[in-house]
C-alpha cells in the first residue's frame, strides 16, 4: 500500500448499516476535513487529469463536486458540474440509466462540453458504475472526448469496473483505492 492510499484510508470512516441495513457506508468527511489528506486526495486527481490530457472536469452530484471543482482549480481546467434531472436551469442535455432499485436521470448545460474538449470524470466512489456510464454517454453526445474516469474509491465487489470497460472504449479508469 502506498503512503497515500494509506493516509487516504485512514480517514474514511466506515457506517455500518446506513443507508440501509447491511451496508456498510464509506463515509469521506473526515478526509474532507482534513487539510493534508484532502490537499493530497486533490492533487493525486490533479495529476490524472495532467496525465490523461484533460481540458474539462466533470463531477458528479454530489460528492463528484466536491472532489472535481479543486481538482480542476489545481490544474487549470474547466469544472462542469452533472446534476440530477431537474437542477439546472436552460438547455440541457439528459441521460437516463437504470440503478438496482429503479431508474434514474442526470443532465448537463448543453452548451458546456463542446467538440474538441477532453473530459475527465470526477467522483468519490466506483461503485457499480450506472452514474459513471451515464455520464460517459452524456458527454459523448455533447461531442466532447472521454479522458476518462478517476476515483477516490472503487468498491470492487460490484463490479463497475467491468460496466464501464465499453463506455471507456479504452481510456483509462483510475482508482486510488480499491476496496
Do not use: C, N, W
Given at each position: ?35 493534508p489528506a484532502f490537499t493530497a486526495l486533490t ?66 448545460h448543453a452548451e458546456d462540453l463542446l467538440p ?55 481510456a483509462p479508469l483510475e482508482a486510488l483505492i480499491?476496496?
Amino acid at each position: 500500500m502506498t503512503d497515500i492510499e494509506e493516509l487516504l484510508l485512514s480517514r474514511i470512516r466506515d457506517v455500518a448499516d446506513y443507508p440501509e441495513p447491511g451496508v456498510m457506508f464509506k463515509d469521506i468527511t473526515p478526509l474532507l476535513a482534513d487539510p493534508p489528506a484532502f490537499t493530497a486526495l486533490t492533487d493525486a486527481l490533479a495529476d490524472i487529469a495532467l496525465r490523461t490530457g484533460a481540458t474539462k472536469i466533470v463531477g458528479l452530484e454530489a460528492r463528484g463536486f466536491i472532489l472535481g471543482a479543486p481538482v480542476a482549480v489545481r490544474a487549470g481546467l474547466g469544472f462542469i458540474p452533472v446534476r440530477k434531472a431537474g437542477k439546472l436551469p436552460g438547455a440541457t442535455l439528459s441521460q437516463a440509466y437504470d440503478l438496482e432499485y429503479g431508474s434514474a436521470e442526470i443532465e448537463v448545460h448543453a452548451e458546456d462540453l463542446l467538440p474538441g474538449d477532453r473530459v475527465l470524470v470526477v467522483d468519490d466512489v466506483l461503485a457499480t458504475g450506472g452514474t459513471a456510464e451515464a455520464s460517459l454517454q452524456l458527454i459523448r453526445r455533447a461531442g466532447a472526448e472521454v479522458a476518462g474516469v478517476a476515483v477516490l474509491m472503487e468498491l470492487a465487489f460490484l463490479s463497475g469496473r467491468a460496466r464501464l470497460e465499453a463506455p471507456l472504449a479504452g481510456a483509462p479508469l483510475e482508482a486510488l483505492i480499491t476496496v
